[in-house]
């Protein structure tokens, strides 16, 4: 077979193939041009998807009659003044969106240079150049594409619905819109105004926190968390959202570097180590990371549409992000995200219309006995001491005897037999029973303990307290796991954790290859306090387990969730680079339960030992441990504004 050199046209759409796979790849490339002209604003319009139509409008720099007949040539380019690759500072320096476009569709641009009156235009169909003409428009560059793929029909057939290629152009232009706040963007199919941005101008965190709000959900400017860090050469900027704000993909996590939008699985891959700790598998942070670096020190050059990026130093920039957005998130304390209370407001909201509209509940069988008394004092005698019996502390309880209890800051007064407040109500149904816990007074620091004083604990897992401003509901089980996660985590940094030796040894009996995953890595719990050895095919006997655990530890329990964990881990990963996985299955096993009666004593000091420890705003998965809700949104919810 003899070799031959293919012609310019096929050559060109074979490059076209690679570069321009769909509409928004053309939108991209071009919008990229633009942003490297210099461009203050950029309009997009597309018609049936961008199968017939596709315009980029700008303001930039333009382009000479002289410069318009050389950007159609194949690796012609002005993004670099020298032959180095290495020192790249603009979007596009390769030279083959115009030409690649060229060859599959009918194309034509006009352009002005800023300064000049005149303006030229040139047309390149189906790889076949016309001879630019005079032609009228404002200073700025624009890039018409008609009938895009002609030249290539069986491209069309891979194209899928008008609506969803313009929802991928939607994503490009967004993508780049976050990067360059100080542009303006628009896309429209010359019907409708699909997405509009207007430029913005200021200091450079203000406008992309507002762009990034315009872009990504509403409530994210609400609830999103500043980084700002710099390692060595490297520096990372941008915000990221409270872990209680997640989606069910990834599709809200933007990532750039030097301003490029990229897909790198080594950033995807931090954000998910900094956030393990505080979110189910299933779920994903938003948030968008910015990192600027040197132009050495990354190589752009490695994909034809310019996603990926590749690191001189990848464990370096990972670690940045990990820690960055590790530090944010305990900075944060344990605050919760709004969206948590709004979406309660919400429910209720829906509930209430369908009240008004007739569509009421059935109503429960069970006869609830509901009192309303102005005040009750406990007499003396037998009632004083059995109402004083149940308010006191579980046996063996107190203050600091919750499993992984620490000092707390000052609590809320519980003036035992003081009974329930003026106005009060107390509903005495036995199943999911609702008890006051009495009033702290007026005397109350609401601004130094603002998770509010314990008021109540209904269905044996809320706990209801009065803010300054408000109520807020808490999930005992939630956030008491998280504050045993987090005890154990720092116990571990400081003296390792500590163990209790089981008075009777456990037998677990597993399937044989649990047991032997577990046995494999005896070494590795034993630093983590859970002291295991083989017993027999199929089983192992439990010595010690970690002390936080207290004397409730289900020791069958939390060995059979620790071999479901590592047969998900994988053999070849150490445990110790999933620590906080591991302690967070020891958490849950060692938290108040749901189902479990707190007195006020108890529940205050839980409140106060919230307020102390960072991320307590959300469990080890993820989830909510309180919600608030400010008193002008409930008095709406009554008509009473």
């Not at 041009?33 to 720099?61: E, P």
């Not at 209430?352 to 008394?373: C, F, K, L």
């Not at 500590?498 to 046995?519: F, I, Y």
Request: aromatic content about 4%; some cysteine; hydrophobic content about 40%.
């Amino acid at each position: 077979m003899l070799i031959r050199r293919l012609p310019d046209t096929l050559v060109n759409q074979i490059a076209a193939g690679e570069v321009i796979e769909r509409p928004a790849a053309a939108i991209k490339e071009l919008v990229e041009n633009s942003l490297d002209a210099g461009s203050r604003n950029i309009d997009v319009v597309m018609r049936d998807g961008g199968r017939s139509y596709i315009s980029v409008t700008d303001d930039g720099c333009g382009m000479s009659v002289e410069g318009l007949g050389i950007c159609i040539e194949r690796h012609a380019t002005s993004k670099l003044p020298s032959d180095d690759l290495v020192h790249i500072e603009t979007l596009g320096f390769r030279g083959e969106a115009l030409p690649s476009i060229g060859a599959v569709a009918r194309l034509q641009i006009t352009s002005r240079e800023a300064g000049c009156e005149d303006a030229w235009s040139i047309k390149v169909e189906g790889g076949v150049l016309h001879d630019p003409q005079p032609a009228a428009c404002n200073a700025g560059t624009r890039v018409e594409i008609r009938d895009l793929f002609f030249a290539t029909p069986a491209r069309l057939k891979f194209l899928k619905a008008a609506r969803t290629e313009v929802s991928h152009a939607e994503d490009v232009l967004k993508r780049l819109a976050m990067a360059h706040p100080d542009v303006g963007f628009s896309l429209s199919d010359e019907k409708r105004t699909i997405l509009r941005l207007p430029a913005s101008s200021g200091d450079l965190f203000e406008v992309r926190l507002k762009r990034l709000s315009s872009v990504m959900a509403r409530e994210f400017e609400e609830n999103a968390l500043p980084i700002n860090a710099e390692r060595e050469y490297l520096k990372l900027s941008g915000y990221i959202g409270l872990p209680t704000l997640n989606r069910g993909n990834a599709q809200h996590q933007y990532l750039f570097v030097n301003g490029r939008p990229v897909k790198d699985r080594l950033l995807q891959g931090a954000v998910r180590g900094a956030y393990q700790d505080f979110l189910a598998r299933d779920r994903h942070p938003l948030l968008a990371l910015f990192l600027e670096l040197p132009s050495e020190m990354v190589d752009v050059n490695v994909h034809p549409a310019k996603t990926e990026v590749r690191f001189r130093d990848a464990a370096l920039v990972r670690g940045l992000i990990v820690g960055a957005c590790k530090h944010a998130l305990a900075e944060a304390g344990h605050r919760a995200s709004t969206s948590v209370g709004n979406a309660a407001l919400g429910m209720l909201e829906a509930a209430r219309a369908r009240n008004e509209q007739g569509v009421i509940p059935p109503r429960p069988s069970t006869d609830y006995s509901w009192q309303s008394r102005p005040s009750v004092n406990y007499p003396s005698g037998r009632l004083s001491e059995a109402g004083m019996d149940y308010h006191a502390p579980l046996p063996g309880q107190s203050q600091s005897s919750l499993p992984g209890a620490t000092e707390f800051a000052p609590q809320a007064r519980n003036e035992q037999g003081s009974g329930l407040s003026e106005g009060s109500v107390s509903w005495n149904q036995s199943p999911g029973s609702f008890e006051s816990m009495g009033s702290e007074g007026d005397n109350f620091d609401h601004q130094s303990h603002p998770l509010g004083a314990a008021r109540a604990q209904f269905h044996e897992n809320y706990i209801i307290t009065q803010t300054a401003d408000g109520i807020i509901v808490v999930d005992q089980h939630a956030a008491h796991e998280r504050l045993v996660l987090e005890k154990m985590k720092a116990q571990m940094a400081e003296q390792g954790v500590k163990t209790q030796m089981l008075l009777l040894p456990e037998v677990v009996e597993l399937d044989e290859d649990a047991a032997h995953r577990l046995v494999k890595r005896a070494d590795e719990l034993s630093e983590l306090g859970l002291v295991l050895e083989g017993f027999g095919p199929g089983a192992v006997v439990v010595r010690e387990v970690p002390a936080i655990l207290g004397e409730r530890a289900n020791a069958a329990g939390l060995v059979t969730d620790l071999a479901d964990e590592l047969a998900e881990l994988g053999e070849t990963l150490a445990l110790k680079e999933r620590v906080e996985r591991v302690l967070g299955t020891m958490a849950c096993h060692g938290s108040v339960r749901s189902g479990r009666r707190l007195n006020g004593e108890e529940m205050n000091a839980l409140l106060r030992q919230m307020e102390v420890t960072p991320h307590s705003g959300q469990c080890n998965h993820g989830r909510p441990t309180y919600i608030e809700l400010k008193l002008a949104d409930i008095e709406k919810l009554f008509s009473r504004r």
